[in-house]
Nanobody, 123 residues
C-alpha cells in the first residue's frame, strides 16, 4: 500500500520558482531514504537529489546545486523547492523511496516510484 504522489509541476517562466510536493503514504521516512529524479524527453532518468534521514545529509546533482533544495513537513510530505529555473530544467519529475540510503545524489536502490509531475519552463 505504499504510495508516492507528486504534485505542483506547472508552467513557469525562466528564473521563476516552483515547489514540488511528494505525498507519501504506507511507508515511513524512518525506513527509507528519499530522492528526486527527472527525465527530459529523449533523455535517461537522472537523479536530482537524495536525502539520508539517518544522517540528515542532503546531496544534490551539480546541475541543481544552489538552486534546488529538499525539505519535509510533519504530514509525510516531501518537497523540492526549485528556484532560478532554467530552460534546461523542464522534465517529468519523480520522487522515490529507496533502501540502503543514498549513493551520492541518487538512491542506492529504489523501492517505490511516484508517477511523476510535469515541469515546463517557458517564457
Amino acid at each position: 500500500q505504499a504510495q508516492l504522489v507528486e504534485s505542483g509541476g506547472i508552467l513557469v517562466q525562466p528564473g521563476g520558482s516552483l515547489r514540488l510536493s511528494c505525498s507519501v503514504s504506507g511507508l515511513s521516512f524512518d525506513d527509507y531514504a528519499m530522492g528526486w529524479f527527472r527525465q527530459a524527453p529523449g533523455k535517461e532518468r537522472e537523479g536530482v537529489q537524495c536525502i539520508n534521514w539517518r544522517s540528515g545529509n542532503r546531496y544534490y546533482a551539480d546541475s541543481v546545486k544552489g538552486r534546488f533544495s529538499v525539505s519535509r513537513d510533519n504530514t509525510n510530505t516531501l518537497y523540492l523547492q526549485m528556484d532560478s529555473l532554467k530552460p534546461e530544467d523542464p522534465a517529468m519529475y519523480y520522487c522515490a523511496a529507496g533502501l540502503y540510503g543514498c549513493a551520492g545524489f541518487t538512491l542506492r536502490k529504489v523501492a517505490y516510484w511516484g508517477q511523476g509531475t510535469q515541469v515546463t519552463v517557458s517564457s
